[in-house]
């Protein structure tokens, strides 16, 4: 038979004891996932409004608040419905940062149009597309350190009525 020193055998004892009379931590409260599903599909309307309204406000925080550093921004434009499509256009974060302070700084354009749908959410991602004074956005969003941020555009000009 081995023995245990009485220290130890003691200090064992006692700690069982404390355990078996310590209170417990509360239960946690069930999650409310059709809260959070609300919440979150709240949050990624209101990124896809702060892209609209930061270009229409000429406020780059907002653009800064709902829109990824690493953003990519892909899309085609043409002056008119009866135009040829011009080439691709590709805009970076930092361009569209430096868009947003003159693009609409005289306040002159037409900020009349403006429509957000939000598709699709899940638990990172989430897509929406916003109709605005420039034509049709498709936006891809993923939640960092929890906040909806765009990361991912593909857009064009309105389509000929």
Excluded: C
Excluded at 2 to 24: C, D, E, G, H, N
Excluded at 27 to 42: E, F, K, N
């Amino acid at each position: 038979m081995t023995r245990v020193p009485k220290s130890t055998a003691s200090a064992a004892i006692m700690a069982m004891t404390l355990m078996a009379f310590s209170p417990r931590p509360a239960a946690q409260a069930p999650v409310d996932r059709a809260a959070m599903q609300r919440a979150d599909r709240a949050a990624v309307e209101q990124a896809a409004l702060d892209y609209v309204e930061g270009l229409y406000n000429a406020d780059p925080a907002r653009i800064e608040r709902s829109v990824h550093p690493q953003l990519t921004k892909r899309g085609f434009w043409r002056d008119n419905a009866t135009r040829p499509w011009g080439p691709q256009e590709t805009m970076t974060y930092e361009q569209l940062i430096a868009l947003t302070k003159t693009w609409n700084a005289d306040k002159k354009r037409d900020t009349s149009i403006k429509k957000i749908d939000v598709f699709d959410v899940l638990d990172q991602t989430a897509t929406a597309k916003t109709t605005a004074m420039w034509g049709v956005d498709y936006l891809h969003l993923a939640k960092y350190d929890g906040r909806w941020k765009i990361i991912n555009i593909v857009w064009q000009a309105h389509p000929a009525k």
